[in-house]
């Protein structure tokens, strides 16, 4: 099941991420309970190169209430970089150099790589 979630990260004075966006509920839950790490690139400047960590006190919920998730989904009304499109870190060993958080999570749940 889908839910609305924000993420936010403090990086410091290089400054800090924000981002509200849909999400399944089991993907989100494995990201918290194994900390994952997330490479945002230079979203924070030129040489930046941010690294976020996937964690309880990163990650929120906003509601699971369906009619909420999909009016938000409909209307298009995810804002910032969601965490779960951008590329895992430190995977290159299983094949998930340049994959997606999301499709990692995918395969560690399901057994099968996306397509």
Same mark, same amino acid.
């Given at each position: 099941m889908k839910a609305i979630y924000k993420y936010t990260e403090d990086f410091g004075r290089i400054g800090e991420l924000e981002a509200i966006f849909i999400e399944e509920q089991n993907v989100v839950q494995y990201a918290i309970e194994n900390k994952l790490d997330v490479y945002f690139g230079e +979203?924070?400047? /030129?040489? !930046? &190169? +941010?690294?976020?960590?996937? !964690?309880? /006190? $990163?990650?929120? &919920?906003?509601?699971?209430?369906?009619?909420? +998730? /999909?009016?938000? &989904? /409909? $209307?298009?009304? !995810? %804002?910032?970089? $969601? =965490?779960f499109?951008?590329?895992? %870190? $430190?995977?290159? #060993? &299983?094949?998930?150099? #340049? #994959? =997606?958080? !999301?499709e990692y999570i995918s395969y560690k749940l399901t057994g099968k790589r996306p397509n």
């Open positions: +979203v924070l400047g /030129k040489h !930046s &190169e +941010v690294i976020g960590t996937l !964690s309880q /006190k $990163n990650i929120t &919920e906003i509601t699971s209430d369906q009619t909420m +998730v /999909k009016m938000f &989904e /409909k $209307n298009n009304l !995810s %804002c910032g970089s $969601n =965490p499109e951008d590329p895992i %870190c $430190n995977r290159e #060993d &299983e094949g998930f150099g #340049d #994959d =997606p958080v !999301s």
